[in-house]
């Protein structure tokens, strides 16, 4: 379904009369026709239960509702009759939500929304109920200086995602790669460092308060053979950053799932094995952690059967998992025998994380070949997305359409 402009204008403008819907009562929602977060009783949130479902429940005003700034959402963003391509289907996301999932979604970047076409597949919900930002809520983009934060471009795509009825994912508050130097080649001592991170996360994730559906408070804290990422954090206070962090995130919003974000655990060996044992030891020590991330940057042919049986040996710790960032490489330019195998690898991913009881939902990092990390990073290889270079669905489509099935 798409949002009709009107819609669109009533969350851009709607003044914060105050209004007495009851508690539970319906508040907004794609289809509801009162004022969205204006009309809850004194105490009560209008909060996003799902994009076609607002009610009002005991808490603060999330941010969904508050005016987007204008100046940074950019018009072509804007929904209007006609502006959509068709929906190939369902829609993935449609697909998703009817086989039991919270969401499918996609990754984007600030720059990729001034580019119509792109938003305009972007933009449907049907498709996307979810949305990741690939880089502007990273340290260096959020705290490139210690102390000044700036918002501008995850407020962009989060602004984004609200407008259009799609939930948010936050990544990510830890991580050691884009990183500023005043955090990587500080020399903070441990008691000082511990305050950057907590100041960090807390503030990243209390500006989204009450807006985003899951963090990535920990991203990528294993090397491959299963031994400790020697960055600044482990360095300086060995893995006790990782409660240090969720702590600090837990706190600025109890209401977001927290997740560590991990790749290369899709299959049994040492970084899984690292992996768990480490969610089992934060949860027996009842540091908060919700969720688990499965990057599943993978290559065509190449797609772990183990998937569904890694993540079910997670989820019976008490976690939830996902499926973040998928995408399936192969060598480019891609031959019609490789974009076929990236088909049934689609499906592969996505039955087995359908299989998987508390799998909630599946993110591709980014859904075009047009905008891939892949080819920047691998050489002669691409193609890992499911739609190619012209917003063109691949085969791969079908595929995660199938799996959904
Ligand atoms: O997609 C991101 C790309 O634009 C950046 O250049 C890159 C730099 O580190 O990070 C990419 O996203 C990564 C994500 O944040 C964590 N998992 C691996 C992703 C692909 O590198």
Request: charged residues 10%.
């Amino acid at each position: 379904m798409k949002f009709t402009a009107s819609f669109i204008a009533l969350l851009s403008v709607v003044p914060f009369a105050a209004a007495q819907v009851a508690e539970w009562g319906q508040c907004g929602g794609i289809g509801w026709t009162g004022q969205c977060g204006t009309t809850c009783a004194a105490g009560l949130t209008c909060t996003v239960i799902n994009s076609y479902y607002f009610q009002c429940l005991p808490g603060v005003r999330p941010l969904e509702c508050v005016p987007p700034p204008t100046s940074s959402v950019p018009t072509s963003t804007a929904s209007s009759p006609g502006s959509s391509p068709t929906v190939s289907g369902s829609g993935l996301n449609a697909d998703a939500q009817a086989a039991g999932f919270k969401y499918f979604g996609s990754a984007t970047d600030n720059n990729e929304l001034s580019d119509t076409a792109y938003v305009n597949i972007l933009k449907v919900p049907s498709q996307f109920g979810q949305i990741t930002p690939a880089n502007s809520m990273k340290w260096d983009a959020t705290e490139p200086t210690r102390g000044q934060f700036t918002f501008t471009g995850g407020d962009q795509i989060y602004n984004f995602a609200k407008a259009n009825g799609q939930i948010v994912r936050g990544h990510n508050c830890v991580w050691y790669n884009q990183l500023p130097s005043w955090v990587s080649n500080s020399g903070f001592n441990a008691a000082t460092l511990t305050s950057v991170i907590q100041t960090h996360c807390s503030t990243i994730v209390s500006h989204y308060k009450g807006g985003i559906y899951a963090w990535d408070v920990v991203n990528e804290p294993f090397n491959d053979d299963g031994t400790w990422r020697t960055d600044v954090f482990y360095n300086t206070l060995g893995q006790s950053y990782v409660a240090i962090a969720l702590n600090a995130a837990r706190t600025a919003d109890p209401n977001a799932k927290l997740y560590i974000n991990e790749y290369n655990i899709e299959y049994p060996g040492a970084k899984a094995t690292s992996l768990l044992n480490l969610v089992k030891s934060l949860k027996s020590q009842g540091t908060p952690l919700d969720g688990v991330g499965f990057q599943c940057h993978f290559i065509v042919g190449q797609v772990p059967t183990t998937l569904g049986q890694i993540m079910s040996q997670f989820v019976a710790t008490g976690v939830e998992v996902a499926v973040t960032e998928l995408d399936i490489r192969t060598t480019t330019p891609a031959s019609t025998s490789a974009l076929q195998q990236q088909q049934k690898d689609y499906q592969s991913v996505v039955s087995q994380c359908k299989a998987t009881t508390g799998c909630v939902g599946i993110t591709v990092w980014d859904y075009t070949d047009k905008y891939s990390w892949v080819p920047n990073t691998f050489s002669g290889q691409g193609a890992a997305c499911p739609w190619d270079q012209n917003l063109v669905e691949k085969p791969a489509y079908q595929g995660i359409v199938a799996g959904f099935q």
